[in-house]
Nanobody
């Protein structure tokens, strides 16, 4: 059983930066097969893909609306994934979730992930 524990987030002004962290627990996490992704959700909307990283290769994928502003990285020793967000906009306000799945083919599809973190609020104030 895999557990994801998130930290970070909070309130930031427009143009500011914020870092989200996702720590992976559980022996079934497969460093060769698992992908870790970040999604976000606003009230009344479905979860929206933000970024993902394939653990073994380190290959990353980003949603178009965050390219150039967001960096996803992983620490293999600590089993953590960071989402560094810069130049934040009011429309980035959402609850952010990390997730992991094995043998993920399309990292932007939420149903490819079977384990989710608890979510963390990010609020960007004008």
């Amino acid at each position: 059983q895999i557990q994801l524990v998130q930290s970070g987030g909070g309130l930031v002004q427009v143009g500011g930066s914020l870092s989200l962290n996702c720590e992976v627990f559980g022996r079934t996490f497969n460093r060769y097969r698992n992908t870790v992704g970040w999604f976000r959700q606003t009230p009344g909307n479905e979860r929206e893909f933000v970024a993902a990283i394939k653990w073994y290769s380190g290959t990353t994928d980003y949603a178009d609306f965050v390219k150039g502003r967001v960096t996803i990285s992983r620490d293999n020793a600590k089993l953590t994934v960071d989402l560094q967000m810069n130049s934040l906009k009011p429309e980035d306000t959402a609850i952010y979730f990390c997730a992991t799945g094995r043998n993920v083919i399309t990292s932007s599809i939420s149903s490819e992930y079977d384990c989710w973190g608890q979510g963390t609020q990010v609020t960007v104030s004008p």
